[in-house]
């Protein structure tokens, strides 16, 4: 078995009396997109900042490629590359000038054309021109990108990848981190608020609440922890029947004109539905949601806000 890409072991980070990250553990496999989730405040920002070295941490080790991050930060960086909403660049510079500036720090061969390459990825070619200050806050994003992805990365560390981007962008931003995973074998670890992109993209997911992880699986494997599902039922011509049925069996649920919605254990659909066959009620249209990701992040960072 390879060596994972990027290892955390015991990661702490104290600012005075306060913990921010509280001894975290995780690693990033060849070739794998690890989401990193949490409330504001979980310490998501500070473990990308101590990943990328511009935070010392307090305790703990951080290896990349195998190596200790602290005695071959130099080399490591090479490897490694960064994009965020959230971070700016200089304000007059022309599109081209920041571009050429990074691909001379990463020593990018053929850099022109590398550039030229993933200007048109990112459907920015055309703002090669154009100064930072100009641009809208989604082209500033795919600029981003654009710097993250010139020195080859073997592991890209993405935090809201697509928060400013038009959903039709944010697509196609999606498929093309997907093809530099594919093709390239690229590592990533993202966070995004946006719960069904995570359960697109990512492999694993990390779930961090008050600077600890509290849980850790596939997207999938979280989700079916969540053992009830949402039921929505239109009933038109035998509303009355229905809601006679619902009450006197004590059945929760909630009316909206002739829709009926219903929580059931997965496991009580197909007797509830026997119920309605034998009572006569015949339902128009029926949906059943099973639980998401987004469901069971928000069913445990509840439970953490009340313990």
Request: aromatic residues 10%.
């Amino acid at each position: 078995m390879t060596a994972p890409i990027l290892e955390v072991k015991n990661l702490t980070k104290k600012f005075a009396d306060f913990t921010a990250v509280d001894t975290i553990s995780f690693s990033v496999l060849n070739g794998e997109i690890l989401g990193l989730l949490g409330p504001n405040g979980a310490g998501k920002t500070t473990t990308i900042q101590m990943l990328l070295g511009v935070m010392q941490q307090t305790t703990g080790d951080i290896t990349y490629f195998g190596k200790p991050f602290d005695k071959y930060r130099e080399e490591i960086l090479q490897d490694v590359n960064f994009s965020s909403t959230y971070i700016s660049m200089p304000w007059l510079f022309k599109v081209s000038e920041i571009l050429e500036v990074y691909a001379r720090l990463y020593q990018i061969p053929d850099q022109k054309k590398r550039i030229a390459k993933l200007l048109k990825e990112f459907e920015i070619d055309h703002l090669i021109n154009k100064r930072f200050v100009m641009l809208s806050a989604g082209e500033k994003t795919r600029l981003l990108l654009t710097k993250a992805f010139l020195n080859y990365p073997k592991i890209i560390l993405l935090d809201e990848p697509t928060a400013s981007l038009d959903p039709e962008i944010a697509v196609k931003v999606r498929e093309f981190l997907k093809k530099e995973k594919q093709e390239y074998n690229v590592s990533m670890l993202f966070t995004s608020h946006n719960m069904s992109e995570v359960e697109e993209m990512c492999d694993r997911v990390i779930i961090l609440n008050h600077g600890k992880i509290i849980d850790e699986d596939t997207p999938e494997n979280l989700a079916r922890k969540i053992s009830e599902c949402r039921i929505e039922l239109t009933i038109i011509k035998d509303t009355q029947k229905a809601v006679a049925l619902f009450e006197g069996k004590k059945l929760p649920y909630q009316k909206q004109k002739h829709r009926f919605l219903f929580t059931l254990k997965e496991k009580a659909i197909a007797d509830f539905l026997q119920l309605l066959a034998i009572k006569d009620i015949v339902y128009e249209e029926i949906a059943v949601n099973k639980p998401s990701l987004e469901d069971y992040f928000l069913q445990v960072i509840g439970e953490e806000k009340h313990d």
